[in-house]
Antibody, heavy 117, light 111 residues
């Protein structure tokens, strides 16, 4: 079964850092482009970042550029999102998603990031 | 503010058909046949319902269909059921600086 499981969310102080993980099963991350999408509870979906299948291309939303880094560990079949200089505007549920052509499927269950002093 | 515009809410009675629109521009919906639709039930992750404008993934009911005209895409749900009550989001590939854009979402209420 193809599955994505996120972890690493939690409470962090403003200006702090957090690393989210997304462990894939049922397929190899290196065969697909992978994305992070976030959602403030009760609000809409917002695209955050993507990583190409060969690992050579990363793209970020303007709102996180320079602060977030997407990467992966092929041996662990795990995708990461390193988030630095976090602010209140970054508080959200973060989903990792597999991209096949121009479809986003499947989605992980999400991990909640709370930014508060 | 989302680049793709959806109505905030739609409603319908069981058995009826409803349509949700998603309006973009000539840089996204109007330029590519890469529109997809996602269903999100409360507390759940989004689920792919339609891809490439009108294709259904395996396992998705044929009550769900998609179409596109110019810069506007539509998701139609026929034979509404209580289980269809959810938020629906459209997305499209785009040539703007952000490669993926989502609509603001539409809350479907089954009366």
């Amino acid at each position: 079964e193809v599955q994505l499981v996120e972890s690493g969310g939690g409470l962090v102080q403003p200006g702090g850092s957090l690393r989210l993980s997304c462990t894939a099963s049922g397929f190899s991350l290196s065969d697909y482009w992978m994305h992070w999408v976030r959602q403030v509870p009760g609000k809409g979906l917002v695209w955050v970042s993507r990583l190409s299948s060969d690992g050579s291309t990363t793209t970020y939303a303007e709102s996180v550029k320079g602060r977030f880094t997407i990467s992966r560990d092929n041996a662990k079949n795990t995708l990461y999102l390193q988030m630095n200089s976090l602010g209140a505007e970054d508080a959200a549920v973060y989903f990792c998603v597999r991209a096949k052509s121009y479809q986003l499927d499947p989605w992980g269950q999400g991990t909640l990031v709370t930014v508060s002093a | 503010q989302s680049a793709l515009t959806q109505p905030a809410s739609v409603s319908g009675s069981p058995g009826q058909s409803i349509a949700i629109s998603c309006t973009g521009t000539s840089s996204d919906i109007g330029a590519y046949n890469y529109v997809s639709w996602y269903q999100q039930r409360p507390g759940r992750a989004p689920k792919l319902m339609i891809f490439d404008v009108s294709n259904r993934p395996s396992g998705v009911s044929n009550r769900f269909s998609g179409s596109k005209s110019g810069n506007t895409a539509s998701l139609t749900i026929s034979g509404l059921q209580a289980e269809d009550e959810a938020d629906y989001y459209c997305t499209s590939y785009t040539t703007t600086s952000t490669p993926w854009e989502f609509g603001g979402g539409t809350k479907l209420t089954v009366l």
